[in-house]
Nanobody, 121 residues
Framework: QVRLVESGGGSVQAGDSLRLSCAAS????????SGWFRQAPGKEREFVAA????????IYTDSVKGRFTISRDNVKNTVYLQMNSLKPEDTAVYYC??????????????WGQGTQVTVSS
């Protein structure tokens, strides 16, 4: 069982930056793919980014390419999502996730509780 705890959300203006963090409870976290998803009000949860165990493969959804960066520190068992040039449409609850397999689907095995990001124009 991997427990994930997100932090770093908040309310910002369009164009600002935020960095989300996700702390994992297990040292074995390094053996899991890390991912970020988001869910806006009234919408389904959508894939944002994922990074393989070693960091060698990184995937982004098209709407965040060039603005968001996923990274991980396997010593600290922590995953990050650096979000730059934020837009109002980035407003959502952001979830950290972990899974043994690299995927962009919502079938990730472990999930955090989510952290709210609100971007105002």
């Amino acid at each position: 069982q991997v427990r994930l705890v997100e932090s770093g959300g908040g309310s910002v203006q369009a164009g600002d930056s935020l960095r989300l963090s996700c702390a994992a409870s297990e040292r074995t976290f390094r053996s899991y793919v890390s991912g970020w998803f988001r869910q806006a009000p009234g919408k389904e949860r959508e894939f944002v980014a994922a990074e393989s165990q070693s960091g060698g493969v990184i995937i982004y959804t098209d709407s965040v390419k060039g603005r968001f960066t996923i990274s991980r520190d396997n010593v600290k068992n922590t995953v990050y999502l650096q979000m730059n040039s934020l837009k109002p449409e980035d407003t959502a609850v952001y979830y950290c996730a972990a899974d043994p397999e690299l995927t962009t689907s919502r079938t990730f095995r472990y999930w955090g509780q989510g952290t709210q990001v609100t971007v105002s124009s």
